[in-house]
């Protein structure tokens, strides 16, 4: 399977604990994006990567949030703190990409929904 | 900023028959990308269809295309001869000079 993958698919915790998504995109990908989506809702943006470096970041994202892509592969989501609020679906997407093109086609995973008890 | 509305929360459709789900948008960039992914019950958004805002005809993908008016910045999908496996949320997004910034979504259910 050459798309992008996420794990894990599920992930239940209780308010107040630490989550850890990881995202794997498309090898010859080098960007990579996080979304969250919350019920009826589009996605909304978070942060994205290029290559390792963080180039945008969303005003959605917290302080509580972190996300890190260390060698410019895979890319991990770290959510400390978990509030209630943070139950969503964590979509991670990835695309190639040299300058900002309109056209660029982002290819999404299948998600991580999180669930804060 | 850019803003994409979906007023349509829910559309009904019999098999075979075409739909138009509605897309309006607004953006100040000059240059922008309009897309359609589709959602299923999976939650993997699938790539449907793209218009560049300078292409002067509009996009086609097999059973899907884009009705792409620039002057009344639409760009409302076109599903022809639908079928049972087209039942998903479908989204609208555009790029610009920022990331793609997605709408509500249309439900969309097709019967047989």
């Known amino acids: 399977d050459t798309g992008v993958s996420q794990d894990p698919r599920h992930k239940i915790t209780k308010r107040g604990q630490n989550v850890t998504f990881r995202c794997d995109p498309i090898?010859?990908?080098?960007?990579l994006y996080w979304y969250r989506q919350t019920l009826g809702q589009g996605p909304e943006f978070l942060t994205y990567?290029?290559?390792?470096?963080?180039?945008?970041k969303s005003r959605l994202l917290s302080d509580r949030f972190s996300a890190e892509r260390p060698k410019g592969s895979f890319s991990t989501l770290e959510i400390q703190r978990t509030e209630q609020g943070d139950s969503a679906m964590y979509l991670c997407?990835?695309?190639?990409?040299?300058?900002?093109?309109?056209?660029?086609?982002?290819?999404f995973g299948s998600g991580t929904q999180l669930s804060v008890l | 900023a850019q803003k994409i509305t979906q007023t349509q929360p829910g559309m009904f459709v019999q098999e075979k028959e075409a739909v138009t789900l509605d897309c309006t948008y607004d953006?100040?960039?000059?240059?922008?990308?309009l897309f359609w992914y589709k959602q299923p019950s999976s939650g993997e958004m699938i790539f449907l269809i793209y218009?560049?805002?300078?292409?002067?005809q509009n996009a086609t993908e097999g059973r899907y295309s884009l009705n792409f008016q620039k002057a009344r910045k639409s760009a409302n999908l076109v599903i022809s001869a639908s079928q049972l496996g087209d039942s998903a949320m479908y989204f609208c997004?555009?790029?610009?000079?920022?990331?793609?910034?997605f709408g509500k979504g249309t439900m969309l259910l097709v019967s047989p």
């Open positions: 997407a990835s695309s190639f990409g040299q300058s900002r093109a309109t056209n660029e086609k982002l290819f």
């Open positions: 090898s010859e990908h080098n960007r």
């Open positions: 990567f290029q290559n390792e470096a963080q180039l945008e």
């Open positions: 953006t100040s960039d000059p240059s922008y990308g």
């Open positions: 218009q560049g805002s300078y292409d002067q």
């Open positions: 997004a555009m790029t610009g000079y920022s990331t793609l910034t």
